[in-house]
C-alpha cells in the first residue's frame, strides 16, 4: 500500500518532501534480509520512511543501483531545504545500514 501511496504522489506531481503521509509503516513480520536503518525518534509516516522503504526494495532488486547516488545528489543541489524537519531524516541518516 505505501508503495502505491508514493507511486501516486510523485506521479501526479503532489508535494512529497515535507508532509505527514498517511498511512504509518508497520512493523516488520520479519526482520529485513539486507540493512535496515534505526528508525527510533523516526515518524513512521514521514518522508523519510517511505524514502527508505523505496531505497530498500530497489536494493533487492537491483543491488547496483544508484537510487541513493541520485537522493544524495538532489540533496546537495538543493542544500537549502532542511530535510531533518521537512522530511524527518535524522542526523545521521547517512551512516545509517541502509544508506552507507
Request: net charge positive; with cysteine.
Amino acid at each position: 500500500m505505501i508503495i502505491t501511496y508514493t507511486r501516486n504522489i510523485c506521479a501526479h506531481h503532489s508535494r512529497f518532501w515535507n508532509r505527514r503521509l498517511s498511512y504509518k509503516m508497520s512493523k516488520f513480520k520479519k526482520q529485513p534480509i539486507y540493512d535496515w536503518v534505526h528508525m527510533t525518534d523516526v515518524p513512521k509516516n514521514s518522508s523519510y520512511s517511505y524514502i527508505c522503504i523505496v531505497k530498500y526494495l530497489t536494493d533487492r532488486i537491483n543491488p547496483k543501483n544508484t537510487f541513493k547516488d541520485k537522493i544524495r545528489s538532489l540533496f546537495d543541489k538543493y542544500e537549502n531545504i532542511d530535510i531533518h524537519k521537512g522530511m524527518s531524516f535524522p542526523q545521521d541518516w547517512k551512516e545509517q545500514p541502509l544508506w552507507e
